[in-house]
């Protein structure tokens, strides 16, 4: 997919543009066709414990993965 996107033609900004949304597309479809939704529970592995699901709330909150 991206080894076929031809990027030697481009001398202005609206072909730059082209290529980057063709490049957003085709990332797109990759993240589509090979993701899955994982809900993560604190049953969800057997070494799970208490500091773990302090963890998930705390990023549940803020939506950072620094925390």
Do not use: P
Not at 1 to 19: A, D, P, Y
Not at 27 to 54: P, Q, Y
């Amino acid at each position: 997919m991206l080894g076929s996107m031809n990027m030697t033609n481009i001398i202005n900004c609206k072909q730059l543009e082209h290529v980057i949304q063709k490049l957003i597309s085709t990332i797109e479809d990759l993240w589509n066709k090979f993701s899955k939704l994982i809900n993560i529970t604190k049953k969800s592995k057997a070494w799970w414990n208490k500091e773990c699901n302090r963890d998930l709330v705390t990023y549940y909150t803020s939506k950072s993965r620094t925390n």
